[in-house]
């Protein structure tokens, strides 16, 4: 099945300054790749996606790229503000499952 | 509803004794997924339900664990016997479309601690 890896675990950055989390994945089938952020006593919610027809994808702050040939993805977010500081969950589709990532904790520090 | 419920949001039980967890999908959503979520960890798949088709298992980690999909809509995750590494988050989600992440969308989940 698909194994999905997650990097860095937890992540401290200074507000203004960038924040990447990187993923891989195993299975070349995989077709779909959201990220989730998860605040406190909440749900994860969806922030970006990306498919696997496409390298890159932008929505403000937030960006995500996709290298199909390495099996990896990144998520960047720039001039990070104080409530983007959560938990964020990579993931990869596929067939009709999603593997999830470890989760990255990040803490932007005013 | 507008998004999806669970219910309870808090639930603390005495070791031993069974729990239901509910999980209301969103109206229209044909495929619901049952997750775990330890403390300080990742999400580990339980359960996948799709339509009519018989259920995807193979997350449950014991037979303590069952769960049943009525109508095609609500779902209960039963916990017989709960033990104290049963305490974690319990998420549901449901999508519109499984396996391309339409609408793919996480309830609040139910704390779940057992003492």
């Known amino acids: 099945g698909e194994n999905v890896e997650q990097h860095p675990s937890t992540l401290s950055v200074q507000e203004g300054d960038s924040a990447v989390i990187k993923c891989t994945y195993s299975?070349?089938?995989?077709?779909?790749f959201p990220w989730y952020k998860q605040e406190l006593g909440k749900g994860p919610q969806l922030i970006i996606d990306?498919?696997?027809?496409?390298g890159e994808k932008k929505d403000q702050r937030i960006a995500v790229t996709l290298n199909k040939t390495a099996k990896h993805f990144s998520l960047h977010i720039t001039e990070t503000q104080p409530e983007d500081s959560a938990v964020y969950f990579c993931a990869a589709i596929t067939g009709n499952q999603f593997y999830f990532g470890t989760g990255t904790s990040l803490t932007v520090i005013p | 509803g507008a998004g999806v419920s669970q219910s309870p949001s808090n639930k603390v039980t005495e070791k031993g004794k069974d729990v239901e967890l509910r999980c209301d999908p969103i109206?229209?959503?044909?495929?619901l997924y049952w997750y775990r979520q330890s403390l300080g960890q990742g999400l580990e798949f339980l359960i996948y339900?799709?339509?009519?088709?018989?259920?995807?298992k193979s997350g449950l980690p014991s037979d303590r664990f069952s769960a049943e999909r009525t109508g095609g809509s609500v779902s209960t995750l039963t916990i017989q016997r709960t033990q104290q590494e049963d305490s974690a988050v319990y998420l549901c989600?449901?999508?519109?479309?499984?396996?391309?992440?339409?609408?793919?969308?996480f309830g609040s989940g139910t704390r779940l601690t057992v003492v």
């Open positions: 109206s229209g959503h044909t495929a």
């Open positions: 299975d070349s089938a995989s077709n779909y």
């Open positions: 339900f799709q339509g009519n088709s018989a259920p995807d």
């Open positions: 989600a449901s999508s519109l479309v499984p396996g391309t992440g339409n609408g793919y969308t």
């Open positions: 990306i498919r696997s027809n496409v």
